[in-house]
């Protein structure tokens, strides 16, 4: 059974949407270093409150935990324990058994788990690539349907009618 990796922010919830307009409201600059200390500050619980799915992604994260083709993790960046903390009571609420990786954001996911046969469903290119360059599957979630360069898909369960 191949292991499924599925992103968190912007791909189960918009929560990237949510956090960058904040930070442009308030004027942080786009370089790591200003993202990163505003990220820090921000109260998870509060903002994930806020957030919805994106295309129905707990019905659709359902439809793959039934399939019984993967072994599924949710494998999600943070920028601090309390961001760590409110995904995983926020995952936890809808799917107790879950396996939910937290990722330093300074670290690449594909250094965190072994991304070789193994499947990741992301938004960000980045990712995408660093888990292709270290032998893994990268599947591209973009609500546009644009890949840039590699299989997209606009709801969670698609991934089981390409691999």
Same mark, same amino acid.
């Given at each position: ?104 954001? =300074? &670290? ?7 991304? #070789? /046969?193994?499947?990741? *469903? !992301?938004?960000?290119?980045?990712? @995408? ?8 599957? =990268? &599947? ?7 890949? #840039? /360069?590699?299989?997209? *898909? !606009?709801?969670?369960?698609?991934? @089981?009618?390409?691999?």
């Amino acid at each position: 059974m191949k292991n499924l990796y599925i992103d968190f922010d912007g791909v189960v919830v918009n929560s990237t949407n949510i956090t960058y307009q904040m930070a442009k409201e308030n004027g942080i600059r786009e370089d790591y270093t200003n993202y990163l200390e505003f990220f820090q500050n921000l109260n998870w619980s509060e903002i994930l409150n806020r957030c919805s799915q994106v295309n129905n992604s707990y019905a659709e994260i359902q439809k793959i935990l039934n399939s019984g083709r993967f072994n599924t993790s949710i494998l999600t960046h943070v920028t601090s324990i309390h961001e760590a903390e409110a995904k995983i009571k926020l995952i936890n609420k809808y799917f107790p058994d879950m396996n939910i990786i937290v990722v330093p954001k =300074s &670290i690449s996911k594909a250094k965190v788990v072994n991304a #070789k /046969g193994a499947i990741l *469903i !992301d938004d960000f290119v980045p990712n @995408l690539n660093e888990w292709h360059e270290a032998g893994g599957i =990268s &599947i591209r979630f973009d609500l546009d349907m644009d890949g #840039k /360069g590699y299989p997209v *898909i !606009d709801h969670l369960s698609d991934v @089981l009618e390409i691999v």
